[in-house]
């Protein structure tokens, strides 16, 4: 028992240290790395609904699979981007 002790105490003080260094290397970047992640969401949610929009998706056939994934991403999307009604029926009520 003694032994694991020392062994809780190492791991706590692994995690402090790890979360000290990511607070000082990290946190700078963190909204750039965000924002980007946000844009290329963006991109993504765009092209994959851009039939809805009058445009062909070459990707479709690809692409198929993610749409249930993605609707709740697209509805995020186009309120961001100041749609009020979605051209897909059903997204928005």
């Known amino acids: 028992m ?3 002790r020392p062994r809780r105490s190492v791991r706590e003080r692994w995690r402090r240290l790890l979360a000290f260094h990511d607070e000082l290397f990290m946190a ?16 993504l949610v765009a092209l994959m609904f851009c039939e809805g929009f009058g445009v062909e998706n070459p990707a479709a056939y690809h692409t198929l699979e993610l749409y249930p994934e993605m609707i709740a991403a697209y509805h ?7 749609l009020d009604n979605a051209p897909h029926p059903g997204v928005c009520c």
């Open 2 to 4: 003694s032994a694991e």
């Open 76 to 82: 995020d999307w186009h309120r961001r981007q100041g």
């Open 28 to 43: 700078p970047w963190r909204s750039g790395v965000r924002r980007e992640a946000r844009r290329q969401e963006d991109l």
